[in-house]
């Protein structure tokens, strides 16, 4: 399976946190996953609800599942919420189509994996999403 | 586990349905879960319809799970249906976003669990859940 | 549908706690059901952990649903462990055939509920279930 | 909720992988979940099959929900192949009966977490969690 090593993971995770306490946004949650959709990293920062791992995951898988990021599946379901409650149904439910899923693609494009982040507004979320992600050397699609 | 503790959680459950009883509404079911949405305590009253547990359940677990209280929650459900859909994808079907799942504090702010009244309006059930936590000594946010 | 009375139903979870606590069995979780298996009431104790309601509500679940004690579907589990797997399979996997599921009947003999204990050995949840339906002055099938 | 603190779950994390390492184990995933059994620190590492996050997972969630280590697990599901099966069905196929699932307790004795480690053999996997807790000054039941 194509994905982010852990070393850069760690980073991402780390580098998104950061972000968060920079910005003074509420305490997030930040996973990466592979380019299949399983996890490879998760941090949730102490305060933060219980089911934000839920959450993040849904931001992450729905991107990588459906190779749209965040703000475009969130696009697709203002226009056609029956579209999104049909992929949320072809994917067991675990798909969260609102900003802060973010797509990672290696230098030819490729979709490596993605991130999702949740805690703050959606908008916050995936700046933190693609502080991470830059913060490793690597390029985001929000 | 940080949890209400049972006899607090007896006395939630008993206040909520005086509340009902004073105000004259439909038969109520209370239930209390502790802060990572687990059952503590749970009464329906006779006559309620035989599904009132897993309705408190999903007002109160929702309200654990994403850190918001059922008008909240429905303030989200009514800008953007599909995020509520997508919320309860993730949760399993166990997220029922309206009034009567209110969240539980302590003195710090953090949450320590909460209640889901089901059986009248929302606004209804709302105000007998807030009653019982009222009546435990507990700050509650619904 | 048929039900014990919320009245009766707390003097059971009141009374299987207090057997509990006269044997100094470890903290106890107690669930009424009624006759079509959806829940009435439910107490969890301080200490116990907190997946106590699932386990509770299988106990008294499978007793309802196939109309066989806890003891009964023990002895068939031993017998078929294939049967047990097919009737959890059928019910959702919400079945937990052990001792500590105990059938409620009327005058008539009619299942008008049943009762659920978890938290001791399966045993001392079945004389502590027993203990708590005796108390409301009903008969119960271990 | 009751949780290991994110800076001690990443201690947890780091020291379990250094074991690893140390032991020449194959590559493993390491998972820290709150007292509620919900996600709190999760690393993969490089080269381990993607599923691991579900078996991780699945060891520490068990632990938590059932209030007994993946060895007292493994017991109980030698001897009752039936009742483990029954849990799975009660938790929604959650629940992975072995060794490698570690409680961990505050000083009091109160279940303030689990961890759960896969990747290696069982018994290697709860050598990893061990270390990873006492690491970080806890105290584990494996």
Redesign the interface.
């Known amino acids: 399976?194509v994905?982010i090593?852990?070393r850069k993971?760690?980073t991402i995770v780390r580098k998104a946190l950061e972000k968060g306490r920079e910005l003074e946004l509420k305490p997030l949650s930040v996973v990466v996953l592979?380019a299949?959709g399983?996890?490879?990293?998760?941090?949730?920062?102490?305060?933060?609800?219980?089911?934000r791992?839920?959450?993040a995951?849904?931001k992450a898988y729905g991107a990588v599942m459906l190779g749209m990021s965040g703000s475009a599946q969130l696009a697709r379901?203002?226009q056609q919420?029956f579209f999104?409650?049909a992929m949320?149904g072809a994917f067991?439910?675990?798909?969260?189509?609102?900003p802060g899923g973010v797509l990672v693609r290696d230098g030819k494009g490729a979709v490596i994996g993605a991130v999702g982040v949740t805690g703050d507004t959606s908008d916050n979320d995936a700046l933190a999403a693609m502080a991470g992600i830059e913060g490793a050397g690597l390029t985001g699609e929000a």
Chains 1, 2, 3, 4 share one sequence.
Not at 92 to 98: D, I, Y
Request: aromatic residues 4%; negative net charge.
């Open positions: 399976m994905a090593s852990l993971a760690r592979d299949g399983h996890v490879q990293a998760f941090e949730r920062e102490d305060g933060a609800s219980p089911g791992f839920d959450i995951r849904g379901a203002e919420a999104m409650a949320n067991g439910g675990k798909v969260v189509p609102v």
